[in-house]
């Protein structure tokens, strides 16, 4: 069987629950931000599983996005992969992504729970809190059994969530050579602004296989601010131009760099490697009324989401971004990351 696009993040159960700005700031948390759990953050789980109006849902960034890709893709286009563990939490998120037709290769991991993110919600933020738990014990080498490097070999595109650094910069490092070296698209999202911060180092190291990264405007900022760049960091325009023109592994493809920036207009940028240029372009967002949104947890994914399979469609660059802003306008209509059935197409 070959499925053009292969993801690769971490598979997490997210816990979503309406909470006061008092709850955020009696554990530190920002309003809006993405962070991995320290000790302190931990009785969060405990108690929001005794709040009124909580939802499971199936979550993890880029699982995320394989799920809304292959809600817009033919049957049979995305494969995922990341590591659970055998518990109810893993059913969940392996029946989420059955009723999407996500096919999903998990690692399965004996002893450890299934990752979690306690998705903490304050219209319209979101802070996201993760114990990674089983997702931080993906390893490289399930990437090369062979019935799953058959998967990586048959494929022609590649999205990996930036969070998986901090978990196997060694699998994202193989795909992205694997796709260099075979003339194939590799996609990053840099996810949240921790990585830059705190992953600079894989973060760099997994920069050169990039021909897309989609990002935000956060993230951008933070890229700027831990790579010293001398730019504004509010100037996103001149932060993917940094980005673009980093080297490349594989110089057949010009790097192409994706800020949105909430309901402000999304900022693209491409380095044309042998003029030298770069081409600067802008999309408005479809607009929403406000009384219709029901959650942004997940937006961003979806944004990625329709994107990537608008590139898997080979659609242009201005295609491909429409697609996307219509899939994070279908998400943010939803509870959680989720796309509403029965499926709305294109
Ligand atoms: C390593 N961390 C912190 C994470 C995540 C994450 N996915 C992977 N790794 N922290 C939050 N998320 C997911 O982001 C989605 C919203 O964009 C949440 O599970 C949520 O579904």
Not at 95 to 108: C, D, F, M, S
Not at 305 to 318: D, H, N, R, Y
Request: proline content about 5%; hydrophobic content about 40%; glycine content about 6%.
């Amino acid at each position: 069987m070959s499925y053009p696009l292969v993801c690769l993040g971490n598979p997490l159960l997210d816990l979503q629950v309406d909470v006061e700005p008092e709850y955020l700031a009696k554990y530190d948390l920002k309003a809006d931000d993405a962070i991995l759990a320290e000790e302190k953050h931990l009785p969060i789980y405990k108690e929001v599983i005794e709040k009124p109006g909580l939802k499971l849902v199936a979550g993890g960034a880029a699982q995320n996005t394989a799920r809304g890709a292959q809600y817009i893709l033919p049957e049979n286009s995305v494969v995922y992969f990341g590591s659970v563990g055998k518990d109810v939490y893993a059913e969940k998120l392996n029946e989420a992504n059955k009723q999407y037709g996500l096919r999903t290769e998990y690692q399965v991991v004996d002893d450890v729970a299934t990752g979690k993110c306690a998705a903490l919600i304050n219209h319209p933020h979101r802070s996201l809190v993760t114990d990674l738990a089983a997702a931080n014990l993906f390893k490289a080498d399930h990437l090369e059994k062979p019935e799953n490097w058959i998967l990586v070999e048959n494929a022609k595109y590649f999205y990996i969530g930036g969070f998986h650094l901090t978990v196997s910069p060694e699998a994202i490092q193989k795909l992205g050579k694997h796709a260099a070296e075979n003339n194939k698209l590799f996609a990053l999202n840099f996810s949240a602004p921790f990585i830059a911060q705190f992953f600079k180092d894989p973060l760099d190291a997994s920069l050169p296989y990039v021909d897309y990264v989609v990002s935000n405007e956060s993230e951008a900022a933070a890229y700027a601010e831990s790579h010293n760049l001398d730019v504004d960091q509010k100037d996103v325009v001149a932060i993917a131009k940094e980005i673009a023109k980093l080297p490349k592994a594989n110089s057949k493809r010009n790097r192409t760099v994706v800020f949105t920036q909430g309901t402000e207009p999304t900022v693209v940028v491409t380095y044309n490697q042998s003029t030298q240029d770069f081409d600067v372009q802008e999309f408005k967002v479809r607009e929403l009324a406000s009384e219709k949104v029901v959650d942004t947890n997940g937006a961003g994914d979806a944004f990625a989401a329709g994107f990537i399979a608008g590139l898997v469609q080979e659609k242009s660059l201005a295609d491909a971004i429409d697609i996307g802003q219509w899939a994070a306008s279908l998400s943010i209509q939803e509870v959680g990351p989720t796309f509403p059935f029965p499926k709305q197409t294109y």
